[in-house]
């Protein structure tokens, strides 16, 4: 089984653009959760969607979105970057059964 | 207080040892707890899921839950050099599907 793929794997932006990063969970996976990876906060949860639906959400300013599909591949946004949103941007997925997350390899953002 | 807090590290260990790492959280309604693996530039991967108290084993690694004492640690025997890496610790509170880490702890594994 596939494991998780994200798109891109390395961006570079300048402050005050935008950014889309894509997620595609495993397979039969319904439930996509997005976090922010720094060296001084450590993994932080962003946002978690299931069915297409946002079930919950972090402390992180409205610049921070995201969508899901019905095919449960999901996206996220952020709006009018700042140097401060250089980051490793991870997604990970999970089943019903259970809460286990399988991440995927991460979008390496770094804004200039 | 933060909720899930791991001592950062780094503990060495040499080669063949027990390297014993540990978690406490805040959170007393905590039902799911997990120990992830994270080498430098990649991203975490899951090795130890465990939910009642009690010990949990899986190859060379057990994972140890003490609800009473909010603790949780992972245990991994006979250490290797391919075990250094950072090891996060992860909480689930009951009612919700956020997954809170622990900054992690480093470990060295040297021969």
């Known amino acids: 089984k596939a494991g998780v793929t994200q798109t891109p794997r390395y961006l570079i932006k300048t402050r005050g653009q935008q950014v889309t990063l894509s997620c595609s969970p495993i397979s039969g996976h319904r439930s996509v959760s997005w976090y922010q990876q720094t060296p001084g906060q450590g993994l932080q949860f962003l946002f978690e969607y299931f069915s297409e639906t946002q079930r919950n959400k972090g402390n992180f300013p409205g610049r921070f979105s995201g969508r899901q599909f019905s095919n449960s591949r999901s996206e996220m946004n952020v709006s009018t970057l700042e140097l401060g949103d250089s980051a490793l941007y991870l997604c990970?997925?999970?089943?019903?059964?259970?809460?286990?997350?399988?991440f995927g390899p991460g979008t390496r953002l770094t804004v200039t | 207080q933060k909720e899930v807090e791991q001592n950062s590290g780094p503990l060495s260990v040499p080669e063949g040892a027990i390297a014993s790492l540990n978690c406490t959280y805040s959170?007393?309604?905590?039902?799911?707890f997990f120990w992830y693996r994270q080498y430098s530039g990649k991203s975490p991967e899951l090795i130890m899921s465990i939910y009642s108290n009690g010990d949990k084993e899986d190859g060379r690694f057990t994972a140890q839950l003490n609800k009473a004492s909010q603790y949780v640690s992972l245990l991994i025997r006979d250490s290797q050099p391919s075990d250094s890496a950072t090891y996060l610790c992860a909480v689930i509170a009951r009612g919700t599907d956020k997954l809170i880490f622990g900054t992690g702890t480093r470990l060295q594994v040297f021969p």
């Open positions: 990970a997925s999970s089943g019903l059964a259970d809460y286990e997350q399988y």
């Open positions: 959170d007393r309604v905590s039902q799911s």
